[in-house]
């Protein structure tokens, strides 16, 4: 009976075996080695993640100046907005309480209160900042906007809500100091009293990543 086993065909099949064995052991190995880099990607990315609120109401005031000189002083937990002939002035004060440096690029501002809380506008349809704007992990910075054209559409409807005193309501689109993990913060600029303005964090979309909801 042994003279009869074919050697080469039981060797192959052994090898056929093994190499089955092998792969399947790489294959886990990969899988295994990816888990673990995408693990170590998202604790990096975290690491340096900004998340924009209001500032609390105890953060110190900040005094802003715009292009054109004019001045704003704006408390925590505040915003500013007021209008002349000639331009509008918005000014929130914020806190970052992520772990990375906040970079503000674009913002969007509807003149009312957005009853459509889980849509914003496409990037491409936000205003740019004319400077660059930074809120540091854990500390206070600001955002400021103007609308200085008569003839833009917002500049009125603007301008009514400040006289009128009417809820606003402001986008903002932000990243990291690398230009990614790009973020929408909305948040409502409520009038308190007759001149104050204070700032409220409505939502937040990801843009470079699914939404955690």
Do not use: C
Request: overall charge negative.
């Amino acid at each position: 009976m042994i003279g009869a086993i074919d050697w080469a065909t039981a060797a192959s099949a052994a090898t056929a075996a093994g190499t089955v064995v092998l792969a399947i052991a790489t294959f886990s190995a990969v899988r295994s080695g990816q888990r673990a880099a995408r693990a170590t990607e998202l604790a990096l990315l975290a690491g340096i993640r900004p998340v924009l609120l209001p500032s609390r109401f105890d953060d110190p005031e900040q005094k802003i100046s715009f292009m054109d000189e004019h001045w704003v002083r704006v408390g925590g937990g505040r915003a500013s907005a007021e209008a002349t002939n000639d331009a509008v002035y918005l000014v929130v004060s914020l806190r970052n309480v992520g772990n990375g440096l906040a970079v503000l690029d674009r913002w969007d501002l509807y003149p009312h209160r957005e009853e459509a809380p889980t849509v914003h506008q496409e990037p491409s349809h936000f205003r740019r900042l004319t400077r660059d704007l930074y809120v540091p992990a854990g500390d206070i910075g600001l955002w400021q906007g103007a609308i200085r054209d008569p003839a833009d559409p917002l500049f009125g409807a603007v301008t009514d809500a400040i006289a009128e005193r009417h809820a606003m309501t402001l986008d903002l689109l932000y990243g990291d100091h690398q230009g990614g993990q790009r973020t929408v913060s909305r948040f409502s600029l409520i009038p308190a009293g007759d001149a104050q303005w204070l700032a409220v964090i409505g939502r937040h979309w990801n843009l470079d990543r699914p939404d955690p909801r």
